[in-house]
């Protein structure tokens, strides 16, 4: 699956439909094949400028971006450095607190040869070391992928209809083997039902209903499915897509999408039906929080420890892998096996993790040691028979408020971006703050409209250029033209309704 700012989708005619790729596009996916196999052994940044340059060229820069998500995971990145980073900075910063802050070159030189002395080492090594452990530092050690360029369109293709899916809140699919289809279905945690129509039957996935409040999705399981949906000989997958508001109807079959010949990524394991459970529900959600498995090891005190999840906060579903360092990463224990010897070992790592890691510990209430641990001042939620994923999605959204209150107390009261026409969520990118943490921010220069900001000659020119009686799909061509994605919003703002006609499009018309 892709990110959704790499989904290329048309809505020509208020449909909703994904921009599949064919052979034309097998040279550029050689091209992206070439820049990873070339920079083997180079560090990421001087990657991402071969892609940068290789996105100037190209049609569609979101194209080479896709391409490039999909190798990432055939990528394998390394840090290649004489010492260990974080014991290097430990050292340098203490030499450099000892002799004031270095404003000269001299004085830089000093504070790396004390660190250098400190350790052992020369003054090259700490330089080397002293970064080596940040994302566009780290060597890209090994490129193995799995796909042909061939093959990698196909796979393109399939993660588009994927990410497309994200936004489903309604799949419904007919198959020649519908038997595997409920099976996938039973295992991946969602709601359904088989309808029937005479000997024909359809199987319909829905969305959670009122268990959070505005979950409409399943997300990353929707997107599961359609790969086993599109293992089988023959089949046609309708979805309603919630499209920022509007819903739109999107059709798929055999014809558009095929799962490569490779073996698909291996399904994580759990050490418990606890675990699994969870990770199935929560994944099902559609929340601003990535689950990860088993994630890198806690040092704790002498030992290790390896949580079983890890939450990374993603505001506005950024990119999940190679995309730097999350605002937040969240570490989360299932704490459920019974030995007085796990207790008080698990007890005891608990007391000696760093205090600048966030741990989530869930603790079956049998244990009764929620007090113990709450106590090493990690947040706890208590559980029995299963881990109630409300409860933790309540802790992860203290950390969002958190997180939202101090990027809002960074911003300025007032803003003036330079584009004509911007989205709320690409202005909270672009300040690497979350999007609701703009609610309190004022935009002199722009009116919002929808989730989307305004220069007022922008609309004027807009409503100059669209008239009543025209076209949903002519008057969607004038507003992307501008740059404009939320149709519906402004239409509303320049007092137009669309009257539908039936599922050929419709018509705009004044608002009464």
Not at 159 to 187: G, H, I, M, N
Not at 373 to 383: C, F, I, K, P, W
Request: aromatic share 8%.
């Amino acid at each position: 699956m892709l990110t959704k700012d790499l989904l290329r989708v048309s809505r020509a005619g208020g449909g909703y439909h994904p921009r599949f790729v064919g052979r034309e596009s097998r040279p550029l996916a050689a091209r992206v094949f070439g820049v990873y196999q070339g920079h083997v052994g180079e560090p990421r940044h001087r990657l991402d400028d071969a892609l940068s340059a290789l996105e100037g060229d190209a049609e569609d820069f979101k194209l080479v971006r896709g391409f490039a998500a999909l190798l990432e995971r055939e990528a394998t990145f390394e840090v290649s450095a004489p010492l260990p980073p974080v014991r290097v900075r430990r050292a340098t910063f203490e030499a450099a607190e000892a002799a004031g802050v270095p404003t000269t070159e001299a004085a830089r030189t000093a504070v790396l040869d004390a660190a250098a002395d400190r350790l052992a080492t020369d003054r090259e090594s700490i330089a080397r070391s002293l970064y080596a452990d940040r994302s566009v530092n780290e060597l890209l050690a090994e490129f193995d992928p799995r796909w042909s360029p061939d093959a990698l369109l196909d796979q393109y293709n399939l993660s588009l209809a994927q990410t497309a899916l994200f936004d489903a809140t309604e799949v419904r699919v007919r198959s020649s083997d519908p038997k595997r289809l409920v099976s996938a279905v039973k295992r991946l945690g969602l709601m359904y039902e088989i309808r029937r129509d005479g000997e024909t039957r359809e199987l319909v996935v829905t969305g959670p209903d009122g268990l959070f409040t505005g979950t409409r999705r399943y997300g990353t399981a929707f997107a599961r499915l359609l790969r086993t949906v599109a293992g089988t000989a023959e089949w046609r997958l309708t979805a309603t897509i919630d499209d920022r508001g509007t819903e739109r109807e999107m059709t798929l079959s055999e014809a558009d999408v095929s799962v490569p010949d490779v073996d698909p990524v291996t399904e994580p394991t759990y050490d418990s039906g606890v675990e699994a459970d969870f990770a199935a529900r929560f994944e099902g959600l559609n929340l601003d929080w990535e689950l990860l498995r088993e994630p890198e090891p806690l040092a704790a005190g002498a030992r290790a420890m390896i949580p079983d999840f890890a939450f990374d906060y993603r505001p506005g579903g950024r990119e999940r892998e190679g995309a730097g360092d999350p605002p937040l990463r969240v570490f989360f224990e299932v704490m459920g096996f019974w030995t007085p010897e796990y207790v008080e070992k698990k007890l005891d790592q608990f007391a000696t993790v760093a205090d600048d890691v966030e741990l989530v510990v869930a603790v079956d209430e049998s244990l009764a040691v929620a007090e113990d641990v709450a106590a090493l001042d990690h947040r706890v939620v208590t559980y029995s028979g299963s881990v109630r994923v409300k409860d933790v999605v309540d802790v992860l959204r203290g950390y969002e408020a958190e997180l939202v209150a101090d990027a809002a107390a960074e911003l300025p009261a007032e803003l003036a971006p330079d584009e004509d026409v911007v989205s709320l969520a690409s202005l909270a990118e672009a300040h690497g703050v979350a999007e609701n943490a703009l609610s309190a921010v004022a935009f002199p220069d722009h009116e919002l409209v929808g989730r989307t900001l305004f220069r007022p000659a922008v609309l004027d020119a807009l409503a100059e250029e669209l008239d009543a009686g025209m076209s949903l799909s002519e008057a969607e061509a004038v507003l992307e033209r501008r740059g404009v994605t939320e149709s519906s919003a402004v239409l509303s703002r320049l007092g137009y309704r669309v009257a539908w006609e039936g599922l050929g499009g419709g018509t705009l018309r004044e608002k009464e």
